[in-house]
């Protein structure tokens, strides 16, 4: 079974048609690439994998989940599938290492030991163990980036999504978040990612999905995708 599988899925918002007619399947494991234009609802797709955008029709199946169904329960879907953003979204009044044991002291009602002790490998594993007591506005871009990725990996999720999470970046810091996601994906973590890092989608997708105006135009396998006309 896949883990994220499109099924004719529409989307609106108001009468503007956002998504037209998607199928996709992201298999346990995937790197899946989302490419296009701007304003191509590049963005919209990877939020409604995990509710925070909802669908009109058709169906959307998360962990055998379906998002297209009131009933589902929205919290089990977001511990399951997490989302790193742009601009990082980091709770500003709390440290970093706050920061990564919230969720699951929260939601996972992890004990506090376990927690920390998690924690502090995973900020180890992104390269920010000197900064666990600093607050985010205390930290560069590339950084919190970083801090937002063991965030979400600190839920040990099944699969995790990234709108665009080199954009707000300065040059020299993209490198150092991407490297870090292509561990995560050398790790064998399912990931639905969009970017216009090109050598990252050459270099670690599966596959590369090229969206237009709603339509995804293009699924193909990234060797394919990559190859010269
Ligand atoms: P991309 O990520 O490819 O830039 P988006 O998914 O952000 O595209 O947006 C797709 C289209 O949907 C754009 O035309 C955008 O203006 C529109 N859109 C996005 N969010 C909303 C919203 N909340 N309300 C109305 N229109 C929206
Ligand atoms: P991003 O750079 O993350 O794609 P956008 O600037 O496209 O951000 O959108 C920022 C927010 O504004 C999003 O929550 C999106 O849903 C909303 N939005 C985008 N386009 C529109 C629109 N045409 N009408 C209303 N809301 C929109």
């Known amino acids: 079974m896949p883990v994220i599988e499109f099924k004719k899925v529409e989307k609106y918002y108001g009468k503007f048609h956002a998504l037209k007619n998607i199928n996709l399947q992201v298999e346990k494991g995937e790197v899946v690439v989302v490419i296009g234009p701007s304003g191509s609802g590049k963005s919209t797709l990877i939020r409604t994998i995990n509710g925070l955008e909802e669908i009109e029709e058709g169906q959307l199946l998360v962990n055998g989940y379906d998002l297209a169904d009131k009933k589902t329960d929205l919290n089990q879907i977001r511990k399951d599938v997490g989302m790193v953003f742009q601009h990082f979204n980091l709770y500003d009044n709390k440290t970093v290492l706050e920061n990564i044991m919230l969720a699951p002291k929260l939601v996972l009602k992890r004990n506090e030991n376990e927690n920390k002790e998690t924690a502090l490998k995973l900020l180890k594993s992104v390269g920010v163990s000197d900064k666990t007591a600093s607050y985010p506005k205390q930290l560069s871009g ?53 970017t216009h890092e090109m050598g990252f989608a050459r270099e670690v997708a599966d596959r590369v999905v090229f969206m237009d105006k709603g339509e995804i135009l293009e699924d193909a396998h990234a060797d394919e995708f990559f190859e010269a006309p």
């Open 142 to 194: 590339g950084q919190k980036q970083r801090v937002a990725i063991a965030r979400s990996l600190a839920m040990k999720p099944k699969a995790l999504l990234f709108d665009e999470p080199t954009s707000a970046l300065d040059p020299e810091m993209i490198d150092d978040v991407l490297n870090v996601m292509k561990e995560i994906a050398r790790e064998g973590m399912t990931m639905v990612v969009v």
